[in-house]
C-alpha cells in the first residue's frame, strides 16, 4: 500500500463549491505539507504543519485553508473553488530530522478542475 | 525577490551521455538543497540532497554540486537511459524559512535511444 494516500485522485466541479482534498500517511511522520502544481510554475506551497497543533500558512495560501486532524490526515478545502485554482495538487510528508534536513514524500496527486 | 531558475525548455540527449542541468537561486542562504524526479502524473521522488557545506554528492549515475558563491547546484546523470526521461525539479531548504522546501520549475529530460 502507498504510503501517502490522495483523495479524490481527480474532481470536476464548479464555480464558488466547497471542495476538500484529503491526505493520509502511513509513515508515521510529523510534517505534512500542501502544494499546488501548475505548468512551467513547479510546485508552490500551499500550506504546511509541523505536528498536529502546528498550521502555517505558505506563499501561496489565499483561498484554502486546511485541518490537521490527526498526524496521519492533512485536509485542504477551497471555501468557494474558483477557476485560476485548477491544478494539480499534492500532499507531502517529512520526519523531524535531526539537523532540519527534509526529504520529502509526495502523494500520487489530485487533479482539481473548476469550471 | 526570491528566486529558483531552472531551464525550462526541455533537454534532449543521446542515450549513454551525460545529461546536466542547472539550478540557479537568487537571494536565498540554503542550508540544503535537494533533487527530485517526477514522472508524467506522478508525485515527485526524492533523489538526493547536499548540504551547504558539501561540494559534490554521488548515488549510482547521479552527481549534484553545490557552488553557494555562484548560488548554483549542477545536476549529472551519466550514462544515461531512456528510462531517465522525466522533469527533476531542485528545491531549497533555507534555514530561516522553519526548513520547508521551495522549488524550482524543473526541466524535463528526454534520453533517446
Known amino acids: 500500500d502507498a504510503d501517502v494516500t490522495q483523495t479524490p485522485r481527480n474532481r470536476i466541479t464548479k464555480t464558488g463549491k466547497r471542495i476538500m482534498l484529503e491526505c493520509s500517511q502511513t509513515?508515521?511522520?510529523?510534517?505534512m505539507y500542501w502544494y499546488r502544481q501548475d505548468p512551467g510554475l513547479g510546485l508552490r506551497l500551499i500550506y504546511y504543519?509541523?505536528?498536529?497543533?502546528?498550521?502555517n500558512k505558505g506563499e501561496i495560501s489565499d483561498g484554502y485553508s486546511v485541518s490537521r486532524q490527526a498526524q496521519a490526515k492533512f485536509s485542504l478545502s477551497l471555501e468557494s473553488a474558483i477557476p485560476n485554482q485548477t491544478a494539480l495538487y499534492f500532499c507531502?510528508?517529512?520526519?523531524?530530522?535531526?539537523?532540519?534536513?527534509?526529504?520529502?514524500?509526495f502523494g500520487p496527486g489530485t487533479r482539481l478542475t473548476v469550471l | 525577490s526570491q528566486k529558483i531558475e531552472q531551464n525550462s525548455e526541455a533537454l534532449n540527449i543521446q542515450e549513454g551521455k551525460t545529461a546536466t542541468l542547472t539550478c540557479n537561486y537568487t537571494n536565498y542562504s540554503p542550508a540544503y538543497l535537494q533533487w527530485y524526479r517526477q514522472d508524467p502524473g506522478r508525485g515527485p521522488v526524492f533523489l538526493l540532497l547536499?548540504?551547504?557545506?558539501?561540494k559534490e554528492k554521488r548515488k549510482e549515475r547521479l552527481k549534484v554540486t553545490f557552488d553557494t558563491t555562484l548560488k548554483q547546484s549542477l545536476f549529472h546523470i551519466t550514462a544515461s537511459q531512456p528510462a531517465d526521461s522525466a522533469t527533476y525539479l531542485c528545491a531549497l531548504d533555507v534555514k530561516a524559512a522553519g526548513n520547508k522546501l521551495t522549488f524550482g520549475g524543473g526541466t524535463r529530460v528526454l534520453v533517446k535511444p
Open positions: 509513515k508515521g511522520h510529523d510534517r
Open positions: 547536499i548540504r551547504e557545506n558539501e
Open positions: 507531502a510528508t517529512s520526519d523531524r530530522t535531526s539537523g532540519g534536513a527534509n526529504e520529502q514524500f
Open positions: 504543519s509541523f505536528d498536529v497543533k502546528d498550521i
